[in-house]
């Protein structure tokens, strides 16, 4: 499918809306926060993303978690996206696409 819109598109306007979660294990988030890395390390690795949003919480199994909208320009990134989080807090992370209701009403709209 990217290629595809790809073909239509010039790769300097291509970007997809994705979803980055991240849980931070109890113990490495400690160590972390005791060491006073992880609000720096954090805020360094999200702004590198330059999010259109972020949201923080603890997820449920109690680990640190986030929610991180942002955008991707080409799948080759994932590596650059997620591997910081497994060095830095040996992290879990997820990575999806996600679409604002204005991209799902825009992609409903052709199958009228």
């Not at 005791?34 to 720096?40: E, I, Q, R, S, V």
């Not at 929610?67 to 996206?81: E, G, K």
């Not at 910081?84 to 009403?105: G, H, Q, T, Y």
């Amino acid at each position: 499918m990217q290629a595809l819109i790809q073909v239509f598109l010039p790769k300097e306007e291509y970007q997809m809306r994705m979803l980055l979660r991240v849980s931070i294990p109890v113990d490495t988030g400690n160590a972390a926060a005791k060491a006073g890395t992880l609000g720096p390390t954090v805020q360094r690795l999200v702004a590198s993303l330059k999010p259109e949003a972020v949201y923080f919480f603890p997820d449920d199994n109690g680990q640190r978690s986030a929610s991180i909208v942002f955008d991707m320009q080409d799948s080759s990134q994932i590596a650059a996206i997620a591997e910081p989080w497994f060095i830095e807090f040996n992290a879990k992370v997820s990575i999806r696409p996600c679409m604002s209701p204005e991209d799902l009403a825009k992609g409903l709209s052709v199958m009228s």
